[in-house]
């Protein structure tokens, strides 16, 4: 049985990044850490912060305010990396705060509006109206291009330095 679907209930991983919160789909969610020293990459992609360790497995970490051209941000006790699966690649994103798991009734989300925060639209699944609240759902899958997800492959392969 699909443990994100119950009925018409879809399971999100509620986040914000500069104080607007956002959701994704629990089911690419591999985990959640506290923020680590990231090692940089010589000549990676600018929205790449580097690569971390993560039990053995070099992970590729991501700036998702760097990647919506949002001003950085010094890591605090609340910032947080999500650990996903993008098409065969385990990325990290680094995220503000991690708020909560939720479930959203699917006849609540609207399809994404021409435009929002500034934020390509096609990251963008749709926006959820909550009772209290707005939440914006992404894609991480269409946050990084498919040549921006193959950049990633000679991160992990490099790995860090000795």
């Given at each position: 049985?699909?443990?994100?679907?119950?009925?018409?209930?879809?399971?999100?991983?509620?986040?914000?990044i500069e104080n607007e919160e956002f959701g994704i789909d629990i089911l690419?969610?591999?985990?959640?850490?506290?923020?680590?020293?990231?090692?940089?990459?010589?000549?990676?992609?600018?929205?790449?912060?580097?690569?971390?360790?993560?039990?053995?497995?070099?992970?590729?970490?991501?700036?998702?305010?760097?990647?919506?051209?949002?001003?950085?941000?010094?890591?605090?006790?609340?910032?947080?990396?999500?650990?996903?699966?993008?098409?065969?690649?385990?990325?990290?994103?680094?995220?503000?705060?991690?708020?909560?798991?939720?479930?959203?009734?699917?006849?609540?989300?609207?399809?994404?509006?021409?435009?929002?925060?500034?934020?390509?639209?096609?990251?963008?699944?749709?926006?959820?109206?909550?009772?209290?609240?707005?939440?914006?759902?992404?894609?991480?899958?269409?946050?990084?291009?498919?040549?921006?997800?193959?950049?990633?492959?000679?991160?992990?392969?490099?790995?860090?330095?000795?």
């Open positions: 049985m699909n443990t994100q679907h119950t009925g018409d209930l879809l399971q999100l991983v509620s986040f914000v690419t969610v591999q985990e959640i850490i506290r923020h680590v020293d990231i090692t940089r990459v010589p000549n990676a992609p600018s929205f790449v912060e580097g690569v971390i360790n993560l039990r053995g497995h070099i992970v590729p970490v991501v700036d998702l305010r760097k990647r919506f051209g949002l001003p950085s941000r010094t890591p605090d006790k609340d910032t947080r990396i999500v650990v996903v699966e993008l098409d065969n690649r385990v990325v990290g994103f680094v995220l503000d705060a991690v708020k909560e798991v939720t479930r959203v009734d699917r006849s609540v989300i609207e399809p994404a509006p021409d435009l929002t925060l500034g934020i390509d639209t096609h990251y963008i699944k749709g926006v959820a109206k909550l009772e209290d609240r707005l939440l914006i759902l992404l894609d991480l899958s269409e946050v990084l291009s498919v040549e921006e997800q193959q950049s990633l492959t000679p991160i992990q392969e490099e790995g860090v330095p000795a």
